[in-house]
């Protein structure tokens, strides 16, 4: 299988900016569909954002026209480049396959002033 590593998680001002990264073990040239998730304390977990192999992208209305994500087949990375940052966009993001495989540890981002 193949395994995902998010990272780029942290402390950030509201309206500021982070760059979440997932880094694939293995291709995922095949793999039709990645997306970020996220939880917050309390909350379901929810898909955030979704890419599938030709570049077509669905986000959640939460974060429409502020995130955007993209995927490199050929370096096997996910990304998520999120913008005017909330404080409800406060949760651990994790990025799988769509539909979900196995969860990873996640990266912690915290929108906080």
């Known amino acids: 299988q193949v395994h995902l590593v998010e990272s780029g998680g942290g402390l950030v001002q509201p309206g500021g900016s982070l760059r979440l990264s997932c880094a694939a073990s293995g291709s995922i040239f095949s793999i039709s569909a990645m997306g970020w998730y996220r939880q917050a304390p309390g909350k379901q977990r929810e898909v955030v954002a979704g890419?599938?192999?030709?570049?077509?992208?669905n986000y959640a209305d939460s974060v429409k026209g502020r995130f955007t994500i993209s995927r490199d087949n050929a370096k096997n990375t996910v990304s998520l480049q999120m913008n005017s940052l909330k404080p409800e966009d406060t949760a651990v993001y994790y990025c799988?396959?769509?539909?979900?495989?196995?969860w990873g540890q996640g990266t912690q981002v915290t929108v906080s002033s």
């Open positions: 799988t396959k769509i539909p979900p495989g196995y």
């Open positions: 890419i599938v192999s030709g570049g077509r992208t």
